[in-house]
C-alpha cells in the first residue's frame, strides 16, 4: 500500500466503494436534521436519506458539525502505535474548523509520541474537489513517492483547484453564514440562480442567471474559461461531476461536459465520474447543487 496512509474528513465526497478500494481512512462529520442530535454521517444517516429528509422539509434547515478532537486523536493514536505514516487532507479551513482540529489532535499525540509521523494539509478545497486531493494522494502513495515528497506534491497542486457549480438558490448559503462575498449579490426572487466558483479556499460569485438551465450554461462557460486558460492536455488534470438530489440531471450535464472536453481538444481522458455530494456540503448548498471539479494531477516521476 505504500509509504503511508490517506485519511480525509467527511468533507472528501468519495464512493464507498472508492474508500474501500483505496485504503482511505475517513474521519466523519455530523449531521443535525433542523433539531435534536447531530448523526454521523454515513453512520446513522445516509446521503439518500439526508437529501429526501431536505427535499420533504422546505424551509427547514439542517446543521452540520465537524469531527472532534478526540475523534482525530483516536485515529492518529492508531497510526502511531502502528509505526506508520499518515497524510491528513482537510476541508478548506474557510469553511470548518476540522483543519484545527486536526491540529490540536496531533500536538496532543505528540505528547506521547513525539515522533509521530503524520502530516495535517488544509487542502484548500472541499466536496468533490477534496475527492479528487485524497485519489491524487492515493496515487502518490500506490506508486511509491514517499510520504515527506507527497505531500509536498499535493500542496503543489493545491491552488489549481476550482469548483464551478450552481444551487437552487441562496437560502441555505445564506443560513449556514457561508454566503461571503455573494452578499448583497444575488436575489432569490424572479428566478435568479447565483453561479459559484471555489478558488483559494473560498467561495465567489461567477455570475448569475435567470432559471436553472442559464446558470448551468454558465457554469459550463466558466469551467471553459478555466480550463482553456490552464491546460494543454486532457493528462495534466482530473475532473469529475458533483450533484445533490437529481442523478438523472448529472448525467445530462455529463454529456455536456464530454462535448466542451471535445470541442477544446480536451478529451480522451475515459469516463468523467459522477459523484454525490455529501450531507455534510449540502447543508450549505441545499438539495439542488451541480457542477464541475477540476484539478491538476500530481506529479508521479
Known amino acids: 500500500m505504500g509509504d503511508f496512509v490517506v485519511i ?17 481512512r475517513v474521519i466523519n462529520f455530523f449531521v443535525m436534521l433542523g433539531g435534536g442530535d447531530y448523526l454521523q454521517q454515513n453512520v446513522d444517516i445516509s446521503d439518500d436519506e439526508f437529501y429526501e429528509w431536505m ?12 469531527p472532534s478532537t478526540q475523534d482525530y486523536l483516536k485515529v492518529f493514536t492508531e497510526i502511531a ?9 482537510c476541508i478548506t479551513e474557510k469553511f470548518s474548523n476540522s483543519y484545527q482540529t486536526a491540529r490540536i489532535a496531533l500536538d496532543l499525540l505528540r505528547e506521547d509520541y513525539p515522533d509521530a509521523q503524520i502530516t495535517v494539509i488544509n487542502s484548500m478545497v472541499n466536496t468533490v474537489l477534496q475527492g479528487l486531493m485524497v485519489l491524487e494522494a492515493c496515487n ?19 491552488p489549481s483547484g476550482r469548483i464551478f457549480f450552481t ?30 466558483t471555489l478558488k483559494e479556499g473560498e467561495i ?15 457554469t459550463l462557460k466558466n469551467a471553459e474559461e478555466y480550463l482553456r486558460e490552464t491546460f494543454t492536455s486532457r493528462e495534466q488534470f482530473e475532473l469529475c461531476i458533483g450533484y445533490g438530489y437529481d442523478y438523472n440531471e448529472a448525467l445530462d450535464f455529463r454529456t455536456r461536459v464530454e ?4 470541442d477544446l481538444g480536451l478529451g480522451g481522458g475515459g469516463e468523467i465520474h459522477i459523484t454525490h455530494i455529501s450531507s455534510v456540503i449540502a447543508v450549505h448548498t441545499g438539495p439542488y447543487a451541480l457542477g464541475i471539479g477540476i484539478l491538476a494531477k500530481a506529479r508521479l516521476d
Not at 502502528?82 to 497524510?87: D, M, R
Open 8 to 24: 480525509t474528513d467527511g468533507s472528501g465526497d468519495l464512493p464507498a466503494e472508492v474508500i474501500k478500494d483505496r485504503g482511505i
Open 55 to 66: 427535499v420533504t422539509h422546505p424551509g427547514l434547515y439542517p446543521s452540520s458539525s465537524t
Open 81 to 89: 502505535e502502528a509505526g506508520e505514516k499518515a497524510i491528513v487532507l
Open 140 to 158: 502518490l502513495r500506490d506508486a511509491g513517492v514517499g510520504y515527506e515528497e507527497a505531500a509536498k506534491r499535493l500542496i503543489e497542486i493545491r
Open 167 to 196: 444551487i437552487g438558490g441562496i437560502d441555505y448559503l445564506a443560513h449556514g453564514g457561508r454566503i461571503g462575498k455573494l452578499a448583497g449579490k444575488v436575489s432569490s426572487v424572479l428566478s435568479i440562480r447565483p453561479v459559484i
Open 204 to 218: 465567489f460569485l461567477g455570475g448569475v442567471a435567470r432559471g436553472r438551465a442559464k446558470s448551468l450554461d454558465k
Open 259 to 262: 462535448g466542451l472536453l471535445e
